[in-house]
């Protein structure tokens, strides 16, 4: 059974910074493809898209988060990571991990990820 855990939420002040961490058991990539992304919910609104990431390390990014967010992975202990920094009030949400053994390109616009954690609370107060 593939479990996803996120780690690292939290509150911080706008303008600090705040990693997350994901890491995934009973979940394997047996083929040179895979992503696995991040996903926000704040309060009254969609799940958004944060950034996602491919087996072979091609990224992507909401344009909201470009230049602020780095999402990166390690392959051997399949961990996922968030880092994020020049954080603003309206980051403020759950935010969830993803895989799927898909490529990005056929699971990120459609939020078609096999596999979400129980998701993880940032908070960014002004």
């Known amino acids: 059974q593939v479990q996803l855990v996120e780690s690292g939420g939290g509150s911080v002040q706008a303008g600090g910074s705040l990693g997350l961490s994901c890491a995934a058991s009973g979940y394997t990539y047996s083929i040179p493809y895979g992503c696995m992304g991040w996903y926000r919910q704040a309060p009254g609104k969609e799940r958004e898209a944060v950034a996602a990431?491919?087996?072979?390390?091609?990224?992507s990014y909401a344009d909201s988060v470009k230049g602020r967010f780095t999402i990166s992975q390690d392959n051997a202990n399949n961990t996922l990571y968030l880092q994020m920094n020049n954080l603003k009030p309206e980051d403020t949400a759950v935010y969830y991990c993803?895989?799927?053994?898909?490529?990005?390109?056929?699971?990120?616009?459609?939020?078609?990820?096999?596999?979400w954690g129980q998701g993880t609370q940032v908070t960014v107060s002004s």
């Open positions: 990431i491919d087996r072979d390390g091609t990224t």
């Open positions: 993803a895989a799927d053994q898909l490529p990005c390109l056929l699971v990120v616009a459609g939020a078609d990820f096999g596999y």
